[in-house]
């Protein structure tokens, strides 16, 4: 009796069992697809969308045959999207489908009924806008020595934004460009979208040059312009130049250094004869220019060294040579002043504004030192005063030199020293000692003791 009431329960719990397994869901019959963008040319996809329908969810929105993420222009295009059933709901095997209310293409159910695929075409898509114009603007015509330009702007009937410039090039390659040289570009642009397609013919400017047919292709979205530009040209012509160099000055040796206000040409100068400048030598600069590149001597062509005219040879296109002899510096032979000779008590003289030289005009003052030192100014009786003479150069034709002799009141003077420059020279000349002049007191003592002397010897006292 136990055991048959033990098969019993155990017959009621299976039953029970298989009861609950048997409850199925609810079996879905339309399946209503919302929120999907439809389809503009150029835009990107919409890979999202809703359902109104109870027990579903949208798995995945897919655009099957969609290229680089964005709808062709006057195309229809298919949306493929993927539900699925919730927990024990499926879909029935024929269900209805709509997708953003507009009956689908077709539903297809997974064996399992547990996925629906579901596919709708959307009305095609705007054709696109053709390009027939296109301008290039801010490209850069070649020019001698400048840097081939690798960026533009470009415009169009359509906008600035319906086309883009993907390379530019050069041919020859030159980096700058080279004088007399005839340079083409190519550029090619493509559509900015695919909203905009080129005509079957394009018209095409850069910047104020129409370029002709044979100028203008077009494959696919590519459009490719070419043009030759006319030869370079030479950036100027060099017609004149004044050039300064350092004049020479005896001592000093010849710089090569040449300066000038132009920035077309390169100088360098030379100097015959060599070495350090000394009087009364004729000196001639050579200098040689070399223009910059770019830059030529015109047919004609004058110079200027330190303001005054000079010879030029123009030896080819790039290079020309300036010729220019200085007048010689003379040596000044002598020097001749006359100084007031000192005198016990008079002011000594310090300045001489008239003196005399040869060649003429070379030297016409000095200035003057004594020693020993003055009392306030004025000579000391019984002193041998010393005047040393300071005697520049007037003018820049002339130098003092090892030769160059210096009388005082008509005697030669020692020449002390030259400066560096040989503008300077110093001479000096002792005078005779002043005259001695007693103290009348003393001459006074001196008598009174003579008479004593006279009458008694014995007591003269000798001062």
């Known amino acids: ?108 159910v997974s064996a399992d009924n547990k996925t629906a695929t579901i596919t709708y075409t959307f009305p095609a898509t705007k054709a ?111 017609s004149s130049m004044n050039l300064g160099v350092n004049a020479p000055a005896v001592g000093k040796n010849p710089s090569s250094s040449v300066t000038t206000n132009s920035n077309m040409f390169t100088a360098t100068s030379s100097w015959s004869p060599s070495g350090a400048f000394k009087p009364d030598t004729s000196y001639t600069t050579t200098v040689t220019i070399t223009a910059k590149y770019g830059y030529l001597f015109d047919s004609t062509i004058s110079a200027k060294v330190n303001g005054a005219d000079a010879s030029v040879l123009r030896k080819s296109d790039t290079e020309a040579v300036v010729t220019y002899t200085f007048a010689q510096i003379a040596s000044v032979d002598s020097v001749r002043l006359n100084i007031a000779s000192p005198a016990t008590g008079e002011k000594a003289q310090t300045t001489v504004s008239d003196a005399t030289a040869n060649p003429i005009g070379s030297a016409k003052s000095a200035t003057v030192t004594w020693t020993p030192s003055l009392t306030n100014g004025e000579f000391d009786a019984g002193v041998e005063y010393t005047a040393a003479v300071s005697i520049p150069i007037s003018g820049s034709s002339s130098v003092f030199d090892d030769e160059t002799l210096v009388y005082i009141n008509g005697e030669r003077a020692l020449v002390a020293s030259i400066s560096s420059d040989s503008k ?35 007591s003269y006292v000798f001062l």
């Not at 415009?155 to 700058?176: M, V």
């Not at 000349?429 to 003393?442: A, D, Q």
Request: hydrophobic fraction near 40%.
């Open 424 to 458: 300077t020279i110093t001479a000096t000349y002792t005078f005779p000692k002043t005259t001695f002049i007693p103290n009348p007191i003393e001459i006074i003592k001196e008598m009174f003791n003579l008479m004593l002397a006279i009458f008694n010897p014995a």
């Open 128 to 238: 696109a806008d053709k390009i027939s114009s296109i301008e290039i603007k801010s490209l850069d015509a070649p020019i001698t020595s400048a840097t081939p330009d690798k960026s533009a702007t470009v415009d169009s009937d359509e906008g600035d934004d319906a086309a883009n410039i993907s390379e530019i090039s050069w041919s020859p390659t030159d980096s700058p460009f080279q004088m007399d040289k005839a340079y083409k570009v190519t550029i090619k642009l493509k559509t900015s979208s695919k909203e905009y397609v080129w005509d079957s013919t394009v018209s095409a400017k850069i910047g104020s040059i129409s370029l002709n047919t044979s100028e203008v292709s077009i494959s696919g979205n590519i459009v490719t312009l070419t043009h030759t530009y006319p030869k370079t040209q030479p950036l100027g012509k060099i």
């Open 1 to 108: 009796m136990k055991i048959w009431k033990i098969v019993t329960v155990l017959l009621a719990v299976l039953l029970l069992a298989g009861c609950v397994g048997s409850v199925s869901g609810a079996d879905i019959s339309e399946i209503l697809i919302t929120s999907i963008s439809a389809p503009e040319t150029a835009e990107k996809p919409d890979t999202t969308a809703s359902t109104t329908t109870t027990g579903i969810t949208v798995d995945k929105v897919e655009w099957p045959g969609v290229k680089d993420n964005a709808f062709d222009a006057n195309k229809a295009h298919t949306v493929k999207v993927t539900a699925k059933a919730t927990t024990s709901n499926q879909f029935v095997r024929n269900p209805i489908a709509k997708v953003n209310g507009n009956s689908a293409d077709s539903v297809t």
